[in-house]
């Protein structure tokens, strides 16, 4: 199975959906991942409010790593809808169509 093909999201209206529902995920764990760091050296600033920041830290780096997690977790979704696809009709999905040439005009 290979992953992380560059046109394999838009393959059929599933896969854009399935990629962007993905998409959504990855952006708001990452904007919550930066918020928290951003909320967390604010506090850190002051002795009283360092550990809470520090633990905003900690918080903050599991949705970092949540990040290529999404990432992967999309790149399977993607790659098992395309094996389905190919087994209902029986050809793959994530390659171009061929296109005919148009008939030249004399």
Same mark, same amino acid.
């Given at each position: +199975?290979?992953?992380?093909?560059?046109?394999?999201? &838009?393959?059929?209206? #599933?896969?854009?959906?399935?990629?962007?529902?993905?998409?959504?995920?990855?952006?708001?764990?990452?904007?919550?991942?930066?918020?928290?760091?951003?909320?967390?050296?604010? +506090?850190?600033?002051? &002795? &009283?409010? +360092?550990?809470? %920041?520090?633990?905003?830290?900690?918080? %903050?780096?599991?949705?970092?790593?949540?990040?290529?997690?999404?990432?992967?977790?999309?790149?399977?979704?993607?790659?098992?809808? %395309?094996?389905?696809?190919?087994?209902?009709? %029986? #050809? &793959?999905?994530?390659?171009?169509?061929?296109? #005919?040439?148009?008939?030249?005009?004399?």
């Amino acid at each position: +199975m290979k992953l992380f093909l560059s046109r394999r999201f &838009d393959a059929s209206s #599933r896969h854009r959906r399935v990629y962007s529902a993905y998409e959504i995920a990855y952006t708001t764990v990452d904007c919550l991942a930066a918020l928290l760091f951003i909320i967390g050296s604010i +506090m850190f600033l002051y &002795d &009283d409010l +360092m550990r809470a %920041g520090t633990w905003l830290f900690i918080v %903050g780096s599991v949705f970092f790593a949540l990040r290529p997690s999404i990432r992967l977790a999309r790149e399977l979704h993607l790659a098992r809808l %395309g094996k389905a696809a190919r087994q209902k009709i %029986g #050809r &793959d999905q994530t390659t171009a169509p061929t296109v #005919r040439p148009e008939p030249s005009q004399k």
